[in-house]
Structures are given as structure tokens and as C-alpha cells.
Antibody, heavy 129, light 108 residues
Framework: EAQLVESGGGLVQPGRSLRLSCVAS????????FHWVRQGPGKGLEWVSG????????GYADSVKGRFTISRDNAKNSLYLQMNSLRVEDTALYYC??????????????????????WGRGTLVTVSS | EIVMTQSPATLSVSPGERATLSCRAS??????LAWYQQKPGQAPRVLIY???TRATGVPARFSGSGSGTEFTLTISSLQSEDFAVYYC??????????FGGGTKVEIK
């Protein structure tokens, strides 16, 4: 069974940085695509960023483009989100999410995402002075 | 960006009744549409993908329909464990994946 465990959240002042981590287990990490999805307090879900198995395809929501950077370390079964220039509106629970799309042999150069089939429990980021 | 609009925001339903949730896309999402259920204090879980395919372990009372810009999630006979918030999400437009605002299904 897939397991995703996030860490790195906390209280940070506006303008500062934070790095989130997600450690995965229970499946073949380096064949999988991942995303970060956030949920503000009492609000809905917002896709933040996604990355493919070999980091060949990366995407960001407009709200975080230029401030957040997604990355992964396949040797460590880990996903990261570097968040710079944080704003009050970035306050949210950040979920590490696995995409149902995977790459196993064959042509893995293109990417079209599927649905999100596994979610972590989230790590809370609070941006406040 | 494809904007996903869900309606109603809140749906009050009695146990055993049918619930119909709507999701509209601002441009075509094809059949690349998923529905998620989220209960308080829990992460979302996928119910439906490909607009109409039930995920593993999802009861048959959940069904999805639609394509293009109009989608529907139907719960045929609400059980107590179905009271939750439901989100639709399009994955047709990479790298811009978007969720609807959610529909809360509450006990009438």
C-alpha cells in the first residue's frame, strides 16, 4: 500500500522560505509522478505543482510560479517543495499526492496526468508575522 | 486555466435519499475528470476517475457521468458515511490542474 509522509511545515514570517519534504513507500517511486496540493483553512483544494518520474515535466499554479520549486530525489524516495517569498495567502495544509500515471519502460518522454490515487496526511504551513 | 464550478455549494439530504452534484468546466475537460470525497480531518480520496469509472473499493451507489464541460456525481442512496465534501478535478489541461470549489453534503 502506498504511503506518503510529509514534513517541514511550520510557522514562518511573510517573505521567508520553507522547504517541505515527502517520503514515499509501498510502490516504485522512480516510476511515479507526484504533485503538491494545498488546502487553506476552511477552504477547498488547490493544485500547487507537479513533477514527473524523471523531472522532465514540471508544472506550477500561477499563484506560486516563480516562488516555489518542486524537486525529487529518486535515490531517497523523496519529493520536495521549496517555498520562497512566502505570503500570508500561502497558509495551508500541504498534501503530497501521487499521480496514477506512471512510467514503466517504453516511451516516458511525454506526460499527461491522471487522477490522484494516494494522498499523505499533509503538513501545515502558517505564514504570519 | 480551466475553471471548475461546482453546484450547489451545500446539499441537504436525508439518509436513503438520492444526491446529485454538478460540476461545470469553463472549457472542455474531455473525460479527464475525477471526483474526490473529503471527510473532516482526513485527506481526500478518489471516488471516480475518467468521469465515470469507480475507483477500487468505491461502493456502487456512487456513479459519475458527463463529458466535455458538464459532469455529475450521483449518490443513489445516501448512507451516514457519505456526508462529506466532494470535489471535482480536471486533469485534461497540464500543467494547469484545477479543482472545483466543493459541494458539502450534509444531513437534512
Amino acid at each position: 500500500e502506498a504511503q506518503l509522509v510529509e514534513s517541514g511545515g511550520g510557522l514562518v514570517q511573510p517573505g521567508r522560505s520553507l522547504r517541505l519534504s515527502c517520503v514515499a513507500s509501498g510502490f516504485t517511486f522512480d516510476e511515479s509522478a507526484f504533485h503538491w496540493v494545498r488546502q487553506g483553512p476552511g477552504k477547498g483544494l488547490e493544485w500547487v505543482s507537479g513533477i514527473t518520474w524523471n523531472s522532465g515535466h514540471i508544472g506550477y499554479a500561477d499563484s506560486v510560479k516563480g516562488r516555489f520549486t518542486i524537486s525529487r530525489d529518486n535515490a531517497k524516495n523523496s519529493l520536495y517543495l521549496q517555498m520562497n517569498s512566502l505570503r500570508v495567502e500561502d497558509t495551508a495544509l500541504y498534501y503530497c499526492v501521487k499521480d496514477r500515471r506512471y512510467c514503466s519502460g517504453g516511451d516516458c518522454h511525454s506526460f499527461s496526468p491522471l487522477y490522484f490515487d494516494s494522498w499523505g496526511r499533509g503538513t501545515l504551513v502558517t505564514v504570519s508575522s | 486555466e480551466i475553471v471548475m464550478t461546482q453546484s450547489p455549494a451545500t446539499l441537504s439530504v436525508s439518509p436513503g435519499e438520492r444526491a446529485t452534484l454538478s460540476c461545470r468546466a469553463s472549457q472542455s475537460a474531455g473525460s479527464n475528470l475525477a471526483w474526490y470525497q473529503q471527510k473532516p480531518g482526513q485527506a481526500p480520496r478518489v471516488l471516480i476517475y475518467g468521469a465515470s469509472t469507480r475507483a477500487t473499493g468505491v461502493p456502487a451507489r456512487f456513479s459519475g457521468s458527463g463529458s466535455g464541460t458538464e459532469f455529475t456525481l450521483t449518490i443513489s442512496s445516501l448512507q451516514s458515511e457519505d456526508f462529506a465534501v466532494y470535489y471535482c478535478q480536471q486533469y485534461n489541461n497540464w500543467p494547469s490542474l484545477t479543482f472545483g470549489g466543493g459541494t458539502k453534503v450534509e444531513i437534512k
